[in-house]
């Protein structure tokens, strides 16, 4: 028993856990964010087929020793243009729909195409369901707008497979398809490519936190274009202890590729109290447009509180 | 009893692991770096920085004396603008914005300038014409809940005017709220609202930090145009929300065919349309916009408004606030948007 007891006194101290970092980030409002699927990048937008890496660095003697902490992406938290910005879930009326068709879809259901002029022996179910849908696309234009909600994502490499030409094909059928077979064939070839690439993203405007697929790790500082409120913050839990660390950076790389990758922003960490570290990145080509400050809580297994 | 203090003593902390130089603790174990990069790689004129050479100057260093630095966002280039004939709207001090642009006159939408202007600063107050008009940055949501609000008006740096119409509000302290205002008016007190050059004139656009926003279009609006309003239209008394519809997401072309939309819904009895190009006869049975884009707004409460119809279907309209407040004129520039618009 008195063993035991010494045991339990000089153990008591540690908690064995995660042994890693806790990491949260605030990217400026000016970030830029990736091209939509297939579309040629526009103003203050990256390539679609990058990705940024988060890299902790130390200065030994004359020489940088790297380390990549975490892998990610940057995209609008809708993306109208990709061919799997579906409806998926048991509540949703049209599975595997592609949301642009949404109102359309509602309005053959309904048969209202003029909210102020609903044809006669319309329920009022039926005029809340098409002004409801018609609200939706408003909304998405916002979304998905220059702008809307940027998000901090999962990095993938994956693509979805290409469009058939038209409905008919066995394949994903383009936007435009809305007719049962075409919703459940698109649904099924973007649940399968969502199954085999976990890391692949893809939001959704219903739940703005809960993408259809890949993980959002946070957003980019903003506003929300509905509401409109302040939103922004993004965080990551990496396996590197990040103690000691001289220097931070976020590099822009191309997907499937050894590039170097092209420096977007850097920061210097400044000691903060109880062991946390502030670190303010700046972009070298950017100045002052585009910035982040970062909070980094090193080695969260090392805990020295007593009790 | 002492062997067990002697165990405290030798235990006192958790950590467990110390790595090298070079190495990173990952889980728990020490593992080598991705990558050493050796700074005698980088060229002349670059240094080592975050594992990357990168220039050791500036890309761009403007002369002082005869040209001012403009960085484009967009690109990351900066172009150095001409002192003599050049407008320059240089970055703002760490967390302030800058706004710069040319006036219009709402009527035409021509730049508005003074005859034979030379693009000289407005270094007096005049009666009449661009020198006698006064600029200021405000927090357009506190503005539009209480223009008589004395906390609304934001400080600003030097604020810059010439008679060619073209402004600088340079460095403003930014709102707790996300919208920057720009009011304009008549500098001389007396002459505020619709008396003298024109009537009061608010506009909005997003608060960003560290942003030098260019080109952006302001108006002005006498008397003269308003007055011709009254016939169909609404008056400056009780207040308009100015609503331009823009045909592409550059340039000043108008759009028109567009009915404007307050929270996604039409608002017939409270929007009004011009018969044709110039923005002076209302037209009382119009609908949408005509080629001039606009639509004149009343009773607007701090509304969402968007645009519906012009547009093919792939572009839509992005949603912006308006207000009506009496004897101001808010306006508000609304452009074409979607992922796929090439508009």
Redesign the interface.
Known sequence: MRIAI?FW??NV????GF??ANVQIDL???TPVQA?VG?TPG??EFPENVHLRL????H?????????VQRFELHKVV???SPCFIDVGINVRFPGIHVSEFERAVQEDTGITD??NPPAGATEQQKIDAATA??R??NL??L????GIKVVTSASESIYPALDADCTGSGLPPPACRDEASNARRLAICQDTWAADPLLFEGTDRVLTAPLAGTTFGFVDG?N?IT?T?IGGAQWFV???L?EID???I?VHPDGTDD??T?FL?GTPVDGPRGVDHVHLES???P????AEMTVFP?L????VSF | MRALLALLVVAPGCKAVECGPGTFESDGLCIPADDIVDPATCGPFTELVAGQCVPLFPPTTCDDESTTPELDPSTGVTTCIGTGTGFACEQPVQGKQTICGQLHDLQTGLPFTDGNAACAPCTTSTATGVCSLGLRAIDAIKFAMNPQDPGAVLATGALYLDDCGRFKIPDITLPTNPFVGIGIDDAAPGMAGPAGTTNAIGMATPAVANLALKDFEAFIAPTATTDVWDTGGPKVSDGIFVAIFRAARLGTVGQAGVTILRAGTPIPGDDFYFAGAPRTTIDGNASSTSANGTALVTGAQLDGYLGAGGLPTECSYEGHAGVSIPNVLFIQIFRPNGPTCDL
């Open positions: 010494i006194v000089v101290a540690c908690v064995d042994r890693g400026s409002p000016g939509s579309q103003t203050n890299s902790a660095i130390q030994i003697e004359d020489r940088d020793a790297l380390i990549e993306d109208v243009a909210l102020a018609q609200q696309m408003l234009a916002r998905g707008g220059s702008m506003l274009p409109p302040p396996d590197v202890a103690e220097e931070y950076a590099t170097p990758g420096l850097v070298p080509s950017l002052g447009v585009v910035t080695n297994g090392e805990d020295e």
